[in-house]
Every structure is written in C-alpha cells, then in structure tokens.
C-alpha cells in the first residue's frame, strides 16, 4: 500500500515529466522552425535574391542574415 507521502511524490515526479517534455517539445519546435528558415534563406539567395529582400520575406533581421552567410 502507497503511504500519502509515495503518492505525493509520485504526483511530483509525473508533473515535473510533464513539463520536462513540453519544454523538450517547444524546444524542437523552435529549433526546427530556425532550421527551416536557414534553410528557405539559403536557398532565396541561390535563386539570386537580396539580403534586404529576404529580410522583408523571411521577417528576419539583416544581421542574422549574414550570420548565417558567414555559417555556409
């Protein structure tokens, strides 16, 4: 038989899991969506586009641009 303090515990655990995996998942969501974009960016600028051009497309910042330029 569980005593009170198992069950809290065990209560514990099961919600600290919960929100471990859904900041994991928000985690490979944000990364995932940057991936895609330095992807989409890569292949704007192969098919002749701007820096400033993409900025405006992509809503991402010349500089980050660059970055991922420097990154290639």
């Keep these: 038989m569980r ?3 198992q069950k809290y515990i065990e209560e514990g655990e099961a919600r600290g899991e919960a929100r471990g995996e859904a900041r994991g998942e928000a985690r490979g969501i944000y990364i995932g969506k940057a991936e895609g974009k330095a992807e989409l960016v890569k292949l704007l600028l ?3 586009n701007s ?3 993409i900025a405006k497309m992509t809503g991402m910042s010349i500089n980050k641009i660059n970055e991922l330029l420097k990154m290639q």
């Design 3 to 5: 005593t009170i303090a």
């Design 46 to 48: 192969k098919n002749g």
């Design 51 to 53: 820096v400033g051009s």
